[in-house]
């Protein structure tokens, strides 16, 4: 590795993520699988490890974001969602989670109560309990206001786990709607840039979205794309499971301000974060039956079918260009903006 110091990227979810994972972390670690499970390696929204004729399904993250309160949530609101999400994912049923708070001296109260009270506002909706936690405190100055890391715990029936590498040529991809929403409402906030009144973030709970999407049958691989974005989620598809995915770019559903700032700021749409949505692969024939159940929950109305797999050029993302072009998409660097997850 030729960095003898962390720097920011290397926690972005992007390349420099997966180089610290692949170079540093997993070789580290000589235990990494519970025999029958999902373990470390697989590097995969979660782990599982089976129990009888189930698989408990665990999965845990650490939440650094600025500013703690954006448009369309906050830390807490986020933590939760972001945990849930990784374990309905994986195909569970999400029932609690853990959580640990560390917050900086001088933090205000009433800040950790309405923070508090986000975490359980999304817990209540997803019928998650906060089965345990931490709480510690650190002086004035030596952290940035508050990080909370939570672990959720899901619950699925032996050979029904979806991962992120079982695509296969004829595969649909949908998404539940629209991309890029939380990183540049983040940003927008945080930056003064004005976007904020006409944008916010897509945090939310996917329970009932991937419940109603599992139905049919049909999934074949599914991930939620938050660090790396879009673009960082596709390319680690086509990569596990070694065919290509194209993506119509007409098809992607995605906000006019989230188009104006990525334009402004030179973002590509596409690795911006996004805390509310769930990519998946599905059996083409039952693609659009997938996609109406989608389409009636609460976070699913915008759903698209944006792509489908193919077997040739294994391990690439391929944009079909509004314009009739192609265009590689690669996995981002890093998240464009630090700091929103
Ligand atoms: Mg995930």
Known sequence: MEFDKIELAH????????QLLDEIIVPTFKNKIVKGGIGLEA???????????????????AHTITPLFFPGGDLGKLAV????????????????ITSAIIMEEGFLMNNFKKILNSMNQILVEANVALIAGDTKVMPNGTLDGMIISTTGVGIVKKGSVITDNGLKPGNKIIINGSIGDHGI???????????????????????????????PGGIKAMKDPTRGGVAGLLNEFAQKSNVSIWIDEDKVPIKAPVIAACEMLGFDPLAIANEGKVVMGVEKDLAEETLSLIKKTKYGKNAEIIGEVKAEKPGYVILNTSIGGKRIIETPRGEPIPRVC
């Open 11 to 18: 926690g972005a979810g992007g390349k420099l993520t997966q």
């Open 43 to 61: 590097l995969d929204d979660g782990a599982t490890i089976p129990v009888q004729d189930y698989e408990v399904v665990v999965s845990t993250d």
């Open 185 to 215: 409402a983040l940003l927008s906030k945080r930056e003064g840039l004005g976007f904020e009144t006409q944008l916010v973030s897509d945090c939310a709970p996917l329970h009932e979205t991937i419940e109603a999407a599992m139905k």
């Open 81 to 96: 969602c972001g945990t849930i999400n990784d374990v309905a994912v994986m195909g569970a049923k999400p029932v609690a």
